[in-house]
């Protein structure tokens, strides 16, 4: 028999009633009572109801739950409450066998925890929830792509293997390269900067690498970024991108993906806009009048983001942080040489992306590398770059992998990526 389908389950019409069809799938449920066996047919569009009788219900024999079988057979009207059309079987061949039993429960009924679903993710790819946050991954991409594309930002692909290291610092995972020392890159930071000479606008979305021994739901030693640089634009304007961005994210999923929502069990929210823009400063204030021991210039710690991302709870930007605190890219602001042009979007008290106006005078970013305890000499391939007529540019990099998280209301970014890398995970 071919196991070419002819339709998906979904595909699975009024018009077809009393016409042939070939399905492919895997068996949710076989229920045998006599004459006459049901089964449950589920592919990725949805479910369907099979009649298996006479001959073929004799012939039978035994199939486990969640094996891949083709089903020949005839589309008809069906009694059945959950059902809009049933299946007459014709022919039945399995074509993948499951064993007995799974290491988890694809169906849900009997509940497994992360690790168990994790350890075997193709097999969690079954599970309805797990499957509709994967969906939901993949609208959210489109919805991205769409949103930049219409905003004349061009994609591009940087690469991941590197010189040098792109935030500086630490953080870098090493690897033997034909007998020199590569990188795995932390970010796109340096090449989408170099990009704004030529093609003014750039986006990248792809995985990155952080070397970092967390243990924590919001850190992964992998993780995808999407990432923008402008020229032309400052730090307000790609704030604005940004928000426009996140904006259509949650319009586009949650009308265009019901099924996924329900599947999960989370009504997608969308944000009031504008978000609200709170300066470092005045967090500053905040915490202290909280009674928090804090001084300007000190890095915002975890405790201190829980107390902020109460008072102002949802997506709100963190800007103008001292400069001392961010990159050597990030530009001073001309008002006040202590504050710097830049950005964090909060959701709550989770970093959700940072950003802001980079510095595109080669001199200064020298000295500032410098002042950072940073090389320049380890800088040469992109410094170069900004001798040879660099506009002035903005960016951001944002967690594609947080950003789920925030939309489907759960607190661990494992939930919603295929393979988590961790300090703890390397396989499978
Ligand atoms: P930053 O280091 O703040 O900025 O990273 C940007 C965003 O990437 C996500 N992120 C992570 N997600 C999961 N696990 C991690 N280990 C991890 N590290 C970072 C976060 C974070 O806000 N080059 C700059 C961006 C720019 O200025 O354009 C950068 O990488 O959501």
Request: proline residues 4%.
């Amino acid at each position: 028999m071919v196991f070419v389908k002819t339709h998906d389950i979904s595909e699975i019409t009024s018009e077809l009633i009393g016409k042939q069809v070939v399905l492919g799938g895997w068996i949710e449920d076989l229920r045998k009572l006599g004459k006459m066996s049901f089964i449950t047919l589920r592919d990725i569009s949805g479910i369907s109801q099979i009649i298996v009788k006479g001959q073929l219900n004799e012939n039978l024999g035994e199939i486990n739950r969640q094996s891949v079988v083709s089903i020949k057979g005839i589309v008809q009207e069906t009694k059945a409450r959950d059902f809009k059309f049933e299946i007459n079987a014709e022919e039945i061949e399995v074509l993948g066998k499951a064993i007995h039993p799974l290491p988890v429960d694809p169906i849900g009924r009997v509940e497994s925890n992360i690790d168990t679903r994790l350890n075997h993710r193709a097999l969690d790819m079954r599970n309805q929830k797990t499957a509709s946050i994967f969906k939901l991954r993949h609208y959210v991409l489109q919805s991205l792509r769409k949103t930049l594309s219409e905003k004349k930002f061009l994609e591009i692909t940087t690469p991941k293997i590197i010189g040098s290291a792109s935030e500086g610092g630490a953080n870098l995972f090493s690897l033997e390269y034909f007998g020199k020392k590569a990188y795995l890159a932390q970010s796109p930071q340096l090449y989408k900067e170099q990009m704004t000479i030529g093609l003014e606008r750039v986006f990248e979305i792809s995985n990155f690498y952080r070397a970092e021994n967390s243990h924590t739901g919001r850190h992964l030693s992998e993780f995808t970024s999407i990432d923008i640089e402008a020229a032309f634009m400052d730090y307000s304007d790609v704030m604005d991108v940004l928000e426009s961005l996140v904006m259509e994210v949650y319009k586009y999923t949650s009308e265009n993906c019901k099924q996924e929502q329900e599947n999960i069990g989370h009504k997608i929210e969308v944000p009031k806009s504008p978000f609200e823009r709170v300066t470092y400063n005045q967090c500053v204030e905040e915490l202290k009048s909280e009674g928090e021991k804090i001084e300007f210039g000190d890095d915002l710690l975890d405790s201190h983001l829980r107390i902020i991302g109460e008072k102002h709870p949802g997506f709100f930007f963190l800007t103008d942080w001292p400069l001392k605190l961010k990159p050597f890219y990030i530009r001073a602001k001309d008002e006040d040489p202590t504050l710097s042009r830049s950005f964090d979007l909060q959701f709550g008290y989770l970093e959700l992306s940072s950003g802001g106006t980079r510095l595109h005078n080669p001199e200064m970013l020298r000295n500032r590398l410098k002042e950072q305890g940073l090389d320049p000499s380890q800088f040469g391939d992109h410094l170069k770059a900004f001798d040879w007529g660099m506009p002035p540019h903005s960016g951001w990099g944002m967690g594609l992998d947080r950003l789920m998280t925030t939309l489907i209301g759960i607190d661990n970014v494992r939930e919603v990526v295929l393979y988590p890398r961790d300090p703890d995970r390397l396989h499978p």
